[in-house]
């Protein structure tokens, strides 16, 4: 057996970005495995549906896998687990009752049997015995789901911490704290690596707690005169509670609307995660109350397209619509990128006559994830040798790095890691010593991994520029058409002239008997550097010659 007395931690994602969360640990022939999130494309990546790790590595060392574990139950951890698992044998899935019930729904969806997958249900307070290697503590970390977890991996070179996604909430909507005194206990007992989140390391204080918004909310709520509608993640249990509590205080009857709002609803209702004193009613019963009588709470608070609330600012849902005097609250922050989006749907809600609400004009929403405050506690208690922030950008992770080296105990070394680094833990070191395959797979439509960032490029240019399609027939009597989109409207003109061109270019490639993918790029460059020159602009040229 191979003498190897390090550690080996390599993340697949989540590492300077925010989502598809993924991270590997291998100590010899044995890997546990951490999460399997996805994430959203941004505005650069035009036509992707969403965006998991490259698992290379994995299929690789497929047989060493012992275990995944998941935290939670969110997408940026869950979202790529039907896309991977089914490539990789079938081990234990460890997680909580109500981050399995999500997973079950999303297999159900994919068409994978449960009996495909070893789910195996755990408390946020559980040890599992996951290999000879690895032993895992799991303590329960408030966030803005139910049954999230960080963990404490027992290894042979030391312990280890990674918080999951976290904030300290000391009034969480549903009383259960976060289980500090696992993270003192080990802090005291020695820590090789903490592995902590770095999502809000650039805000100062405390974040705000449930309890806070919840105060807003009921606020609102209470002066509302009209219908009110609320959106916010669906899988936010907590507050989705909250709003339907205080809905029933003020006589409201809920109705839910948008696909994810009703799934997750049921799921956290079937498992006990939600409690109501009246059943949700549908959009067709609310035609039988009056406007002060009703609380919506649905989808879009990313101003999604095809969202309930785009929807209903655009005008266009089939059963609603928003009138003068309503109420919206948008409980939630916009996800980097969505900002432009939101907007369009708060003016267009503005212009409807509705009272609009919206942090941080409000305080109607309050982050999942810890501030300064509560990342230095975490540092001071778990006093662990080295560091290593995830779950951020480059600079909340470096922001992150400066905290924990003004800290009473500072670690010994941080390393500020990218997505592959393949970084070797043990008691006397702590380095980056190679990297590992990694990056962004595209999901798009059906296909999964069958657009590159070559494609990308090329939707982006035509996007940009548009598209120049240019038929040729290389004869003795060489012809020509053009064919434009996203260009510029019609030029007569200028297409004889590229025309007249092209068929010049045709004749000197028939005259020397060139190679029909010579002339195809003679084609190209002289269209080019011609329509660069007489437009300013560079569309996608696109010859096709045949002879």
Same mark, same amino acid.
């Given at each position: 057996?191979?003498?190897?007395?390090?550690?080996?931690?390599?993340?697949? +994602?989540?590492?300077?970005?925010? +989502?598809?969360?993924?991270?590997?640990?291998?100590?010899?022939?044995?890997?546990?495995?951490?999460?399997?999130?996805?994430?959203?494309p941004d505005s650069n990546q035009p036509g992707i549906d969403l965006i998991i790790p490259k698992i290379d590595y994995l299929l690789e060392h497929a047989s060493e896998i012992k275990a995944f574990i998941i935290t939670h139950g969110h997408e940026d951890h869950i979202g790529a687990l039907p896309y991977i698992l089914p490539r990789l044998p079938k081990v234990p899935l460890y997680g909580a009752k109500l981050t399995l019930g999500l997973l079950r729904e999303k297999f159900a969806e994919f068409g994978i049997s449960t009996d495909d997958v070893d789910m195996r249900e755990v408390t946020t307070d559980e040890r599992i015995k996951v290999s000879k290697c690895f032993t895992v503590d799991m303590f329960r970390m408030?966030?803005?789901?139910?049954?999230?977890?960080?963990?404490?991996?027992?290894?042979?070179?030391g312990n280890v911490i990674h918080t999951g996604d976290f904030k300290l909430d000391q009034n969480p909507a549903d009383g259960k704290t976060s289980h500090l005194e696992k993270i003192s206990k080990a802090g005291a007992d020695g820590v090789m690596?903490?592995?902590?989140?770095?999502?809000?390391?650039?805000?100062?204080?405390?974040?705000?707690?449930?309890? @806070?918004?919840?105060?807003?909310?009921?606020?609102?709520?209470?002066?509302a005169q009209g219908r009110v509608f609320v959106t916010t993640f669906a899988?936010?249990?907590?507050?989705?509670?909250?709003?339907?509590?205080?809905?029933?205080?003020?006589?409201?009857?809920?109705?839910?609307?948008g696909?994810?709002?009703?799934?997750?609803?049921?799921?956290?209702?079937e498992l006990g995660y939600m409690t109501l004193k009246d059943r949700l009613i549908s959009t067709d019963e609310f035609a039988d109350l009056q406007a002060s009588q009703a609380v919506f709470i649905c989808t879009g608070s990313q101003g999604q397209p095809m969202s309930v609330l785009s929807r209903l600012a655009a005008g266009?849902?089939?059963?609603?619509?928003?009138?003068?005097?309503?109420?919206?609250?948008?409980?939630?922050?916009?996800?980097?990128?969505?900002?432009?989006?939101?907007?369009?749907?708060?003016?267009?809600?503005?212009?409807?006559?509705?009272?609009?609400?919206?942090?941080?004009?409000?305080?109607?929403?309050?982050?999942?994830?810890?501030?300064?405050?509560?990342?230095?506690?975490?540092?001071?208690?778990?006093?662990?040798?080295?560091?290593?922030?995830?779950? +951020?950008?480059?600079?909340?992770?470096?922001?992150?790095?400066?905290?924990?080296?003004?800290?009473?105990?500072?670690?010994?070394?941080?390393?500020?890691?990218?997505?592959?680094?393949?970084?070797?833990?043990?008691?006397? @070191?702590?380095?980056?010593?190679?990297?590992?395959?990694a990056g962004a797979v595209y999901v798009d439509g059906l296909g999964v991994g069958d657009v590159n960032d070559s494609i990308l490029e090329d939707r982006l240019s035509m996007a940009g520029d548009g598209v120049l399609v240019l038929g040729c027939v290389l004869?003795?009597?060489?012809?020509?058409?053009?064919?434009?989109?996203?260009?510029? @409207?019609?030029?007569?003109?200028?297409?004889?002239?590229?025309?007249?061109?092209?068929?010049?270019?045709?004749?000197? +490639?028939?005259?020397?008997?060139?190679?029909?993918?010579?002339?195809? @790029?003679?084609?190209?460059?002289?269209?080019?550097?011609?329509?660069r020159k007489a437009t300013g602009r560079n569309p996608m040229i696109i010859p096709v010659v045949v002879e």
């Open positions: 057996m191979s003498q190897q007395k390090h550690l080996e931690v390599i993340p697949l +994602g989540g590492f300077g970005e925010i +989502g598809k969360n993924m991270m590997v640990f291998r100590y010899e022939q044995e890997i546990l495995v951490v999460d399997g999130g996805m994430a959203f408030t966030h803005s789901i139910p049954d999230n977890s960080g963990l404490l991996i027992h290894t042979p070179v690596l903490l592995i902590s989140d770095s999502t809000s390391a650039e805000k100062m204080g405390l974040t705000p707690s449930e309890a @806070d918004v919840a105060a807003e909310l009921e606020k609102i709520i209470a002066k899988s936010h249990i907590h507050r989705i509670q909250n709003i339907i509590s205080i809905a029933e205080k003020y006589n409201r009857r809920v109705v839910m609307e696909r994810s709002m009703h799934k997750y609803a049921e799921i956290a209702q266009n849902h089939p059963r609603l619509s928003i009138k003068h005097g309503d109420t919206v609250i948008l409980s939630s922050s916009p996800i980097p990128g969505n900002e432009e989006a939101i907007n369009v749907v708060i003016n267009s809600l503005y212009l409807k006559g509705a009272k609009v609400f919206y942090p941080p004009n409000y305080k109607v929403h309050a982050s999942g994830h810890g501030s300064q405050e509560e990342l230095k506690l975490i540092l001071n208690l778990a006093q662990a040798k080295w560091f290593l922030p995830f779950h +951020g950008e480059p600079r909340q992770q470096i922001n992150h790095q400066w905290l924990a080296e003004a800290s009473p105990t500072p670690p010994k070394r941080t390393i500020i890691a990218k997505n592959g680094d393949m970084i070797h833990v043990s008691k006397d @070191d702590f380095k980056v010593v190679g990297t590992v395959p004869s003795p009597h060489p012809h020509a058409e053009i064919a434009s989109r996203g260009f510029i @409207d019609a030029n007569q003109e200028l297409f004889e002239t590229i025309k007249d061109q092209v068929i010049q270019v045709l004749e000197k +490639g028939a005259r020397e008997k060139k190679h029909l993918e010579a002339v195809r @790029d003679d084609v190209y460059y002289m269209v080019r550097r011609f329509v």
